[in-house]
């Protein structure tokens, strides 16, 4: 009979204490609400409606896991949102699909009154007072720049204010983690002079480097030469969970030297490396990374959209509060956990600004890749045209510009062309 009092007892105390860290969890996260370091809801755009607002309810969207409903039901206030672009696309199409990728974030963020665009610190604080889901924009995949420093800055000037430097591809100045694709193979060049240009130039800029999908040695390579803090904006711990987009310690370490950020990722496979995970493993990599560097250096980066599996109870992003209930399970303090939600991205994101306000006595970088590292057949090389009919890319530099029909060709055509504009 004692004992099955007892055990009535605990039973009780066992559903007090989980709804007391339910309502602890929620109320945590209304008063710091997540920013969430990555979400691939443009690429579902593409993918089932080919970027067709019109076709879609993002209050109650179908085929997805994020909503406007459903951020709203996870505290999210701030959300990463990625302009993604294939590997397939290098050397190709790859600006042209990055620019239509941020089209519809830019859409979709200005014709959703729940939505707001932002590009500041100022702008995500200004969104949490007016009750606004604030959209920041990611590019996902440098190689979406097609190797240009101007193109990264009109990127800029769209409102992108981060950018992963690789994918699942090298590009030809910085090194992927993963092996998918046999392109631009280096040895003991992780980093070039020209990913270290792209570097600098996005610190001048105040554009947040991401180094997820980087390999171990990139990332080890722009930690020491980035000025601004960084991120792994959807990347989890490699001694929990041995997969290569993990971070392993040795990187951490150099992370919090940085004053960087790791956003944990919920993708089943980085987590368990298994394919099936559960919120338990998800805060294992919670408690590792913050027993190596300090809660003041994590955040989240759900990769909703982006990954296929996620873990039992973390299926969409209105799930959120029950991975913080988990983490306060675990005795993970308030105020380390509204770090975790919020404040570490904020201070990373000023810093990266600061770092901006410093530089802004920099001129535009004019820095170009050479053409040997590129080695692309689809890249002009502007030239004169051939007196004889030739393909402009097909003229030699040495006999480019040499012989009296160019200087007559020209100007034969300020000739005509004065005779038409004469009246």
Known sequence: MQSLQALMVLSLCGLTCGYSHRERSHELMTRYPLIDGHNDLALK?????????????LYNATKVATDISRLKAGHVQAQIFAAYVLCTAQQMDAVRLALEQIDVVRRMCTEYQDFALVTSTHDLRDSEMHHKIACLISIEGGHAIDSSLPVLRMFYQLGVRSMSLTHTCNTPWAESSSKVYDVFQRKNNSLTDFGKAVVEEMNRLGMIVDLSHTSWDTASAVLKHSKAPVIFSHSSSYSICNHSRNVPDWLLHRLKNNRGLIMVNLYSKFISCREEATISHVADHFDHIKRVIGADSIGIGGDYEGATSFPRGLEDVSKYPTLI???????WTESDLADVLRRNFLRVFEEVERVRDSLSSQPPSEVEIPLEEVQNPCRLVLRHPDPRGAPMDKISPSRAGHGSAGPLMVATVLLLYSLFVIE
């Open 325 to 331: 209930q988990e983490l306060l399970e675990r005795n």
């Open 45 to 57: 755009l593409r993918i089932h409606h080919n970027n067709r607002l019109s076709h879609v309810d």
